[in-house]
């Protein structure tokens, strides 16, 4: 669901290669409910109303909320796509998909009549021919209306077993999207955070429920939010379903042609090596001839290796070390327990289609079984082993990115392990988001980012100061005046420019401090003061001094400053000085590294006059 009450605009799907709109089809085929979030149009660093009277980059809809997409979300009827329609968005920096919700699922049938009712309702309130005030309070109560039915909280979360997110990408450059789910109501708890890469062409996301639960409560309503990462202004995506699911226990139909195979679970005794462990012992066990060259080239070109054997695990783990093998099996799954579980085992760590796994194994009974418990999973017999790399579905490219991808995972199976220690210890969950700083000066290269936010920080703007450019190129011309431009990134992807800070180096001063919400919650706030109070404070004769003006909005962030350890030093024209004194303790909670650009080394100053 999204703002149809905001959004008007339909094109066809004319736009979209064919291949594309199959994908997008197909999958309705392997879900039996979904939610109904309502996504609509937002701003990273919304403050609904102020800003549209502070910022200067404030554009309105017609019901007066901020345009942050260029054209809206436009939507192209996809008969057959699990929601019926696609949504292409254009976003401007600064845009983010966000919406409220609970885990209530309805049936695709139901679900559609909705959307059909939805979409009559948001055309009505675009057709009636009232004027413009009556129909923006019209379109503002309807959409707070679904906002609030949408954040209701639910009894269950029974059933629902993956979160989708379906996006074609039509640029030539990838796009990083984080995706956060965040429990309302849950300031100071751990969010669920993914970075999905969608890079150029069709790309579907399925993350396991239970992955997310582990992080917090689903049984609560929540808020979800997409996020694209350093992009540029006018990059579009067109996106399907973004919901939760419930799956259908019958496969998905194979696509026209052979799909890629994504993992090879191969079977040990007879297949990975000649003879069976536990009645020849590890000793007279012999690899089959050049099954080492076919796990590295396979490996080589992205394709994943995983284990479904019956044996005992530590005995077989022990006889893959000796042969130096070890290394290239992901989640291998040695049990006594049927294959097909092992094969969905597999399927669910990785967070691949159990249509993606091809099986390799000498046993016709195994083959057999997992033909009919997983009819979607692919069988090789063992003895054509030789022939996987000339294999169609296995011709996938080497590259530079293939050749990295089981490291990728194995990182992403540790980054779990972590995530499901912290038993809501926020500090240990912020020290494995491996959050990083780098600190610039203010250039050429940064000032039109900067500007953008200056005139859009509220809640995190110490000093109240909205920039022109003009007064930005002066301030960086102005020896006696330090800049500070942060960016962040952590392993959830890149947040780009977040923060920029002003010091007189004279006293020294802190004249402004600002960050986008984006970073709240961070404690980016703390480590960057600290990192100016290790900058100045040697050579200060009291002490390091920072300028406040406190407002209802800032007021939450500013206990930053009580934080640090500065002291209240008086007050002039509402702006309160702050004094660190020196030779006090300069507080470092070890979770943020921060890295220095060469630039603030520089003694010269660069020329800002011509534009960037």
């Known amino acids: 669901m999204y703002e149809t009450e905001a959004n008007s605009r339909v094109e066809p799907l004319s736009g979209i290669p064919s291949a594309v709109v199959e994908e997008f089809r197909r999958f309705r085929e392997a879900v039996d409910a979904r939610t109904l979030l309502p996504w609509g149009e937002h701003c990273t660093e919304c403050v609904w109303p102020t800003c549209y009277s502070t910022c200067d980059l404030y554009r309105p809809r017609p019901d007066g909320r901020c345009r942050r997409f260029v054209d809206g979300m436009v939507r192209l009827d996809c008969p057959g796509a699990v929601n ?56 503002a109560k309807r959409y707070s209306w679904k906002k609030r039915a ?35 109501g849950g300031d100071g708890v751990a969010p669920y955070q993914k970075l999905i890469h969608v890079k150029p062409g069709f790309h579907r996301e399925l993350i396991p429920a239970e992955q997310i639960a582990r992080v917090f409560d689903l049984e609560a309503s929540f808020s979800a939010e997409l996020v694209p990462n350093d992009i540029d202004d006018d990059t579009a995506l067109v996106f399907g379903l973004i919901d ?39 000793e007279k066990l012999v690899l089959k001839p050049g099954i080492a060259d076919i796990l590295q080239e396979l490996d080589r070109r992205g394709i994943l290796h995983s284990i479904a054997s019956k044996n005992d695990p530590a005995e077989a783990v022990a006889v893959l070390k000796r042969h130096s093998l070890d290394e290239y099996f992901l989640h291998p799954q040695i049990s006594w327990g049927p294959k097909s579980e092992a094969l969905k085992t597999i399927a669910h760590k990785l967070n691949i289609g159990i249509d993606t796994l091809m099986l390799v194994d000498d046993s016709e009974f195994e083959l057999a079984q997992v033909r009919s418990a997983c009819p979607e999973a692919r069988v090789l017999e063992a003895g054509r082993y030789m022939e996987l790399p000339e294999m169609e579905e296995c011709r996938a490219p080497a590259t530079e990115e293939s050749a990295g991808r089981r490291k990728m995972y194995r990182e992403a199976a540790v980054r779990e392990q972590a995530a499901e220690s912290f038993h ?157 004194r020196r030779g006090s303790t300069i507080p470092d909670d070890g979770i943020i590294r921060i890295v220095e650009d060469p630039s603030l080394r520089a003694t010269a100053r660069p020329c800002l006059c011509a534009k960037s």
Not at 503 to 519: A, I, N, Q
Request: some cysteine; glycine content about 8%; proline content about 4%.
């Open 424 to 580: 809501g210890d926020y500090f240990a969950f912020l020290r494995d988001c491996n959050i990083e700083l780098r600190i610039e000066s203010l250039s050429p290269a940064n000032i039109e980012r900067v500007h953008e936010l200056t005139q859009r920080t509220n809640q995190m703007n110490f000093s109240g100061n909205r920039y022109e450019r003009m007064l930005l190129e002066q301030i960086a011309d102005t020896p006696h005046l330090d800049t500070f431009v942060i960016h962040c990134r952590d392993r959830f992807g890149s947040y780009g420019i977040v923060g920029f800070s002003v010091v007189d180096s004279r006293e020294p001063r802190m004249t402004d401090l600002m960050f986008s919400c984006r970073v709240q919650a961070k404690r980016v706030e703390h480590a960057f003061l600290s990192y100016l109070l290790r900058r100045y404070l040697e050579a200060a004769p009291e002490g390091f001094w920072a300028g406040y003006r406190e407002t209802e909005r800032n007021a939450a962030s500013g206990k930053v400053f009580q934080d640090i350890g500065m002291e209240k030093s008086g007050e002039r024209g509402g702006v309160t000085s702050l004094l660190f």
């Open 244 to 282: 939760f699911v419930r799956s259908r226990t019958k496969p998905v139909p194979a696509g026209r042609g052979k799909r890629p195979v994504k993992c090879i679970v191969w079977d040990l005794d007879n297949t990975l090596w000649d003879g069976i462990l536990v009645e020849d012992g590890a």
């Open 84 to 139: 019926s329609y696609l949504l292409r968005i254009r976003f401007k920096r600064w845009g983010k998909l966000w919406a409220p919700g609970n885990l209530r699922l309805f049936g695709l049938e139901q679900a559609d009549l909705r959307e059909r009712r939805d979409q009559r309702i948001g055309s009505a309130l675009n057709r009636l021919p009232l004027p413009g005030p009556v129909r923006a309070f019209a379109i």
């Open 150 to 184: 949408a954040a209701r909280r639910r009894a269950s979360s029974e059933g629902v077993d993956r979160f989708v997110v379906e996006c074609y990408n039509p640029g030539e450059q990838a796009v990083d999207l984080s995706l956060t789910l965040r429990a309302s």
